[in-house]
C-alpha cells in the first residue's frame, strides 16, 4: 500500500478520543478499512479532510494529551508529501525536520508512459439536419405537456383544432415515442465530444498500475480449449435435486486445484526483484470478483483439500465481504493462481490479464449450445470454452497445454470431483 483516501472521519476536531474509539475511514487499494486510536487524547486539528489522499506515513492530523495543550508553530512529524521520494527526481537537500530521509533512488531508462489526452469538445460546429418537427408542430401547450410525461410522438397524430392544432383529446391517437423513428429527433444540445472527468479511486489507480505493468512486462501466451459440459451439467442437477446447491464456478475450482496438483509448474509465480521463479507449495486460488470500484480477487486457500460444498460456501462468503469493501488483507494478499468467469455475463471466450506475481490465470467462458459430433452424428451438445494466460518465463506451451487436458477430463468426468 503506498496510500489511500480518507472517506469519514468519526470525530471532529476538539473531540475527546478514547483508546479503540473508532476514528477514520480510509479507502485502501483494496477495501475501506477502520483505523481506531491507539491511545487517549483530543482531536486537535485534521490535516487530511474527507475525499482527499495521503501517502504513507504522511500525518493525517494532530492528537494532545490535554485538551488545552498548545498546538501552535507545532510541524507534524512524518513523511511530507513534497518529500516523498520520486521515481524521477531526487533531492540531494537535507530533509526537513520530523521528515523521512528519502533513500537515493538510482535513475534507470526505461519505457516513458505515452501520453493520451482527451480531445477538447468541437468548436464552431452546427448540427446540418432539420430540427424536431415536434418545435415546428401547431399544438397546445397541455398537449405538448401530455406527451411529454406519457412518452408519446405527437407528430404521430392528425390535429383536430384550428389550423390542424394537435390538442389533448387528439393524444389516444399517438403513437409510443420509439428510439428508432425518421421523426420528432431534438437537436443536440452538447457539442461534439464534450466529456466529464471522474479521478480515479485507489483500486481504479491500484488495478490500472497494476494490470499496465503485467501486460508490458509478462510475456503472455495463451492456450484454449473447448469442454464438453454436459456431463458437469448433469451432476450438478443431480446435487440440486438432493438440496446440494453448487455452481458451475465451484466445479471450476476444484477441477483447477486438481490439476494444479498434477501440473505444478502452473501453480508458481514470478519475483521479478530477485528474478526468481517462485513455486508454491500449496494450492491457493484467487478468484476474481466484480464489485463497483473495480476488480478484486479474494483467496480460497488450499482448495484441493475442499470438497465442492466447503469450495461453494467460502467463495459466496468471500464475494459477499468483496462487495462490502470488507475484505481483510490477508483475505486478497497472494495466492498462486487465479480464476476469472465471465460465463454469468453470457461471454463466450476471453483472455485474462496475469494477476502478477503469479504466472497463470483461467479465463472462463458461458455454457453455450452448439452442434457437436458425437460417434459420427452431428448432435445438440453443450460447450465452455476455458482459455489459460501464462507467463513465458516460467510456463512452456507444453505445460499450459497438459495442464488445461487435465482440467479438460476432470471436467468431462465430474464424478471425480465429488470425492
Known amino acids: 500500500m503506498e496510500g489511500g483516501t480518507i472517506v469519514k472521519w468519526h470525530k471532529k476536531e476538539g473531540d475527546a478520543v478514547k483508546a479503540d474509539d473508532l476514528l477514520f475511514e480510509v479507502a485502501t487499494d483494496k477495501a475501506t478499512v477502520e483505523y481506531n486510536s ?36 507545532y510541524e507534524p ?12 527526481t531526487v533531492s540531494e537537500e537535507a530533509p526537513a525536520k520530523g521528515a523521512i530521509k528519502a533513500a537515493p533512488v538510482t535513475k534507470t531508462t526505461g519505457m516513458a508512459q505515452p501520453a493520451f489526452e482527451a480531445e477538447p469538445p468541437l468548436e464552431g460546429y452546427s448540427f446540418e439536419f432539420e430540427t ?24 404521430t397524430v392528425k390535429g383536430s383544432g384550428p389550423g390542424g392544432r394537435v390538442m389533448s383529446r387528439d393524444l389516444d391517437l399517438a403513437q409510443a415515442d420509439a428510439i428508432a423513428t425518421f421523426g420528432n429527433r431534438s437537436i443536440p ?25 503485467s501486460k508490458t512486462f509478462i510475456p503472455h501466451f495463451y492456450v484454449q480449449q473447448d469442454i464438453d459440459v454436459e456431463p458437469m451439467i448433469a451432476s ?9 446447491k453448487v455452481t458451475f464456478n465451484d466445479f471450476v475450482m476444484r477441477a483447477a486445484a486438481l490439476a494444479l496438483k498434477q501440473h505444478p509448474t502452473v501453480n508458481s509465480g514470478f519475483d521479478s526483484v530477485k528474478n526468481a521463479i517462485v513455486r ?52 486478497y494478499r497472494g495466492g498462486s493462481f487465479t480464476v476469472s468467469n465471465l460465463g454469468m455475463f453470457g461471454i463466450h471466450d476471453f483472455q485474462a490479464v496475469i494477476n502478477p506475481p503469479q504466472v497463470s490465470i483461467l479465463a472462463v467462458g458461458g455454457v453455450r449450445d452448439c452442434a457437436v459430433v458425437k460417434n459420427g452424428q452431428v448432435v445438440p451438445g453443450k460447450r465452455m470454452m476455458v482459455s489459460l494466460s501464462s507467463d513465458h518465463r516460467v510456463v ?8 488445461l487436458k487435465t482440467f479438460q477430463e476432470l471436467l468431462e468426468n465430474p464424478a471425480i470431483l465429488l470425492i
Open 38 to 73: 491507539l491511545d487517549d487524547g483530543f482531536l486537535r486539528k485534521i490535516l487530511v479532510h474527507e475525499n482527499e489522499e495521503a501517502v504513507v506515513n504522511q500525518a493525517i492530523a494532530v492528537f494532545t494529551e490535554t485538551k488545552g495543550e498548545s498546538i501552535e508553530g
Open 280 to 331: 508454491f507449495k500449496t494450492i491457493d486460488i484467487s478468484v476474481a470478483v466484480s464489485i463497483d470500484d473495480g476488480l478484486i480477487t479474494p483467496i480460497v486457500r488450499h482448495v484441493d483439500y475442499k470438497n465442492l460444498g466447503q469450495i461453494s460456501a467460502e467463495v459466496k462468503h468471500l464475494a459477499n465481504l468483496a462487495k462490502k469493501g470488507k475484505l481483510q488483507p490477508h483475505e
Open 77 to 88: 512529524e512524518g513523511l511530507k508529501v513534497e518529500e516523498a521520494p520520486s521515481e524521477e
Open 396 to 403: 512452456d506451451g507444453a505445460d499450459a497445454a497438459k495442464f
Open 132 to 155: 424536431s418537427l415536434e418545435d415546428h408542430l401547431p399544438a397546445s401547450p397541455l398537449a405538448k405537456k401530455l406527451a411529454r410525461e406519457k412518452g408519446l410522438d405527437i407528430t
Open 189 to 213: 444540445k452538447k457539442a461534439p465530444g464534450s466529456y466529464e472527468e471522474e479521478p480515479l479511486s485507489p483500486m481504479r489507480k491500484a488495478i490500472g498500475q497494476k494490470l499496465q505493468a
Open 236 to 244: 450438478r442437477e443431480q446435487l440440486k435435486a438432493t438440496g446440494v
